[in-house]
């Protein structure tokens, strides 16, 4: 097995051992995007109007929430030292582990989004457009926000860093 | 042959440790001793390269290792004090992830025979975070038994291991020496390895 489908293993298992963090980013997501059509109040004009931009920002914050625990467990357990000693190519193991993540915190609100639209009175052919713009989207976003959780690793208040850093980028 | 010429090396406004010069040859070890707080897990982790060189040169086989990094990793073993275990995996699922990404294939029979030397028969399957201290060192160890790397890089082996533990790693070192290996090592017990080895005191 390559170093790249190690790493990429290694954390899906992983996440798959400790299924409430993937779940909260996913709930979280599903809550946002359904309490703003509640709150709004049922016009429709309205909702399609601003439905895809919720739907971004819902998915933005998302996978913001998991961004912090990118490299921060493998940091804290001596994994990370390992794995910049590997003969491999760091950008190799990383890019896995940007991988992992998203497809543990994108792709999860890709699939959902369609659904999500529906509430939004959105039509098929804008749902459409919507989820393939998530699908291009949401791995920009765990790319972009990748650079964020390496640069505040280690540094107190970090997140709140991140959180600047991700929403500027 | 690894060389050090001239290592120093500040933390912040405090010089740790200047002008610390060593050479290892094949099928030696090193013993660094220091009180605590002198730097000798920093200077470990500075031979590593997991902390920037500030002063000095680190040769590996006559090479610079900042040059051809890659070259001295694939012959290095590094152990410090984080174990790098993932505590929801099996030693076993712990051990395989590592050698594929230090590079190797490591089947799961070699991998069980690794943990059963070790003393591990019987817990290869249970999740890391219910084994006991030294049973996570142990784990953390047996690494060293299928390693490939011609130099071992050790911080505190023994802490936290039981006499049969201690005399199994001791064998895993000196079976490493006499395969021409090299061992650079700090521990607070006395250490008695075969092979030619001297021991280095590092002052601040």
Known sequence: MSAFAAVLKRDLVLALRRKNEVITSVFFFVVVAALFPLGIGPEMNTLRLVGPGILWVGALLASMLSLGRMFAADHADGTLEQMALSPNSLSVLVAAKILAHWLLSGLPLVLLAPVIGLQFDLSANALWILTLSLLLGTPVLSLIGAIGAALTLGVRGGDVLLTLYKLTA | ?204
């Open chain 2, 1 to 204: 042959m690894l060389t050090a010429s001239n290592l120093s090396l500040s933390r912040g406004d405090r010089r740790l440790f200047s002008g610390v010069s060593f050479t290892l040859e094949s099928g030696q070890w090193l013993h660094l001793e220091g009180d605590n707080g002198v730097g000798k897990t920093s200077l470990l982790r500075l031979l590593c390269g997991l902390i920037s060189l500030e002063e000095g040169e680190i040769l590996w086989k006559g090479q610079t290792t900042t040059k051809t990094p890659e070259v001295f990793r694939a012959d290095l073993a590094y152990l410090g004090h984080q174990l790098a275990l993932k505590q929801d995996l099996s030693p076993l699922e712990n051990l395989r992830a590592d050698a594929a990404i230090s590079g190797r294939e490591l089947s799961v029979k070699d991998a069980m025979a690794a943990l059963a030397q070790m003393g591990l028969r019987s817990r290869e399957h249970l999740p890391v975070r219910v084994l006991s201290q030294g049973q996570q060192r142990r784990t953390a160890l047996s690494r060293l038994i299928f390693s490939t790397a011609a130099l071992w890089i050790l911080d505190e082996p023994f802490v936290a291991l039981d006499a049969a533990a201690q005399n199994a790693l001791a064998g895993m070192i000196n079976a490493h020496l006499s395969r021409q290996g090299m061992v650079l090592l700090t521990s607070h017990q006395a250490v008695s390895l075969a092979g030619p080895g001297r021991s280095y005191k590092l002052t601040a």
